[in-house]
């Protein structure tokens, strides 16, 4: 059956993901709400745009007027919660702002959706639900090979891992799973939630490392690389994401927490050096990319590992990443050398590649 599902954030890196998947590939009806902060990109929607299954409502999350008549005017039966500051950097600079999106305006979601939710007749409400969308930044540092002698099992994130975030980002999510979780202890309201890995892929906005790293060896401008680039992240391509995502909306259990990872753990270090290798190939010049690595002070309370177990998701769900991280980041790289219009437009907006998170002294 045919479902309206509204998507938070829709407008951001995941969120457009999901909805070119949602409408690419379902029949299902998408609403799309977004504040449009700098992040934030309609033109990264622009192939689904036409489609008289997709809607777009320019809403605040923590405007409760406004979303509780795009609730009534839309009748979603799924809410797919995306809508989040979520890069570490500029929640170090300014963390206000993170508490207020992600904290205040997931309470404020989740108080319209439970209102909405209960002035449904019994089908509607049987099958609706409410999935937040959450990040393994949650779960804090994991073991870091280095840490160990070589052979060492070294411990993965699982559905059960207790919390315990290093970052204003990563707390400010960590209470709004929190919230969600709470919905539905105290109030029966149904929820699910899912905890992803870094993503990565298409339509990234180029503050994060695979993107800005892209650009700025284009640019001939020099790589970032905190500390000494040990830091490791389980790297999962922003598609492969989204049909998880999905796939949890309409079949994931109310009251479950799947993990979704890539099963791609690298060192920060290996992920440039395999982007100016790629370049190096394909984009050729008189040096090669690697000489433009310029390593820099590492931001405060840095993460060094985290690693996703993925098997409850691929278990009782059957999803699988499709992509390797191999064949994933050389798509990446090839849609940022053929769409050069959509990140000079972001590029000549709010963010200019300078450096984040450097924190108050």
């Not at 969120?15 to 998408?30: F, Q």
């Not at 170090?92 to 404020?108: A, S």
Request: hydrophobic share 35%; glycine share 8%; net charge negative.
């Amino acid at each position: 059956m045919n479902k309206v599902i509204l998507v938070t954030g829709g407008a951001g890196f995941i969120g457009s993901a999901v909805i070119r998947h949602l409408i690419k590939d379902t029949h299902h009806t998408v609403v799309n709400v977004d504040k449009l902060t700098y992040a934030g990109n309609l033109e990264s929607l622009a192939s689904v745009n036409s489609s008289d299954r997709y809607h777009f409502e320019k809403v605040d999350i923590c405007d409760a007027t406004e979303v509780k008549r795009v609730l009534n005017s839309y009748q979603p039966d799924i809410i797919m919660h995306l809508a989040a500051e979520s890069h570490v950097d500029r929640s170090i600079d300014g963390p206000g702002e993170f508490i207020q999106t992600n904290v205040v305006g997931t309470y404020t979601l989740l108080e319209q959706a439970r209102a909405y939710c209960s002035s449904l007749e019994v089908v509607k409400k049987k099958g609706f639900k409410f999935h937040h969308i959450s990040t393994d930044e949650v779960y804090g540092d994991l073991l870091h090979p280095d840490e160990v002698e070589a052979g060492t099992k070294l411990p993965l994130f699982t559905e059960s891992t207790p919390y315990a975030p290093s970052s204003p980002y990563s707390a400010s999510k960590a209470s709004s799973d929190q919230l969600v979780r709470a919905w539905l202890r105290t109030y029966g309201f149904p929820t699910l939630v899912t905890n992803c890995s870094n993503n990565y892929g298409p339509y990234h906005f180029p503050e994060k490392l695979i993107p800005l790293v892209i650009l700025n060896a284009l640019a001939g401008k020099p790589l970032p690389v905190y500390g000494k680039g040990n830091q490791i992240r389980d790297w999962l391509y922003v598609e492969d994401h989204a049909r998880a995502l999905v796939l949890v909306a309409l079949r994931g259990e109310i009251g479950e927490t799947y993990n979704i990872g890539g099963h791609n753990e690298k060192k920060n270090i290996e992920v440039v050096k395999t982007i100016c290798s790629i370049l190096d190939e394909i984009r050729p010049k008189h040096t090669t990319y690697a000489e433009q690595i310029s390593f820099v002070e590492d931001r405060p309370g840095h993460d060094m590992r985290y690693a996703i177990d993925a098997s409850k998701i691929q278990r009782e769900l059957g999803w699988a990443p499709q992509e390797t991280f191999e064949s994933g980041i050389k798509k990446t790289i090839m849609w940022y050398l053929e769409n050069e219009a959509w990140w000079r437009a972001v590029q000549d907006g709010s963010y200019k590649g300078e450096r984040l998170g450097v924190g108050k002294k």
